[in-house]
């Protein structure tokens, strides 16, 4: 499995982004986005498994994963960014991995490389 992440930028506060994350190669079980901003750890933001899809609160109302996405690529639509957004995003996806392990970076087998997003006050 191979992944590439896009469609990171500079965007004002309250502005949105979309980010692409197009795969080769076999169709993981779970993909998802992490996130990792200047001396900060990675950290979860979306997972979509099984046909459900999840959110870290921060990000609840704001982010989602169009249910249309096309069958080798899951984006993420950014909406009302805030400041406290910018960072890496980075695309994951896992083999196998059990719900109560979904959020941690660790339980993810392939990343992209990763795409700023920017979020000006």
């Known amino acids: 499995v191979q992944l590439q992440a896009s469609g990171g930028g500079l965007v004002q506060t309250g502005g949105s982004l979309v980010l692409s994350c197009a795969r080769s190669?076999?169709?993981?079980?779970?993909m998802g986005w992490f996130r990792q901003a200047p001396g900060k750890e990675r950290e979860f933001v979306t997972a979509?498994?099984?046909?459900?899809?999840y959110y870290t609160d921060s990000v609840k109302g704001r982010f989602t994963i169009p249910r249309d996405n096309a069958k080798n690529t899951v984006m993420m639509q950014m909406n009302n960014l805030k400041p406290e957004d910018t960072a890496v995003y980075y695309c994951?996806?896992?083999?196998?991995?059990?719900?109560?392990?979904?959020?941690?970076?660790?339980?993810?087998?392939?990343w992209g490389q990763g795409t700023l997003v920017t979020v000006s006050s």
């Open positions: 994951a996806a896992s083999d196998s991995v059990i719900l109560s392990a979904l959020r941690g970076a660790n339980s993810y087998h392939y």
């Open positions: 190669g076999r169709l993981p079980r779970t």
């Open positions: 979509i498994r099984t046909g459900y899809t």
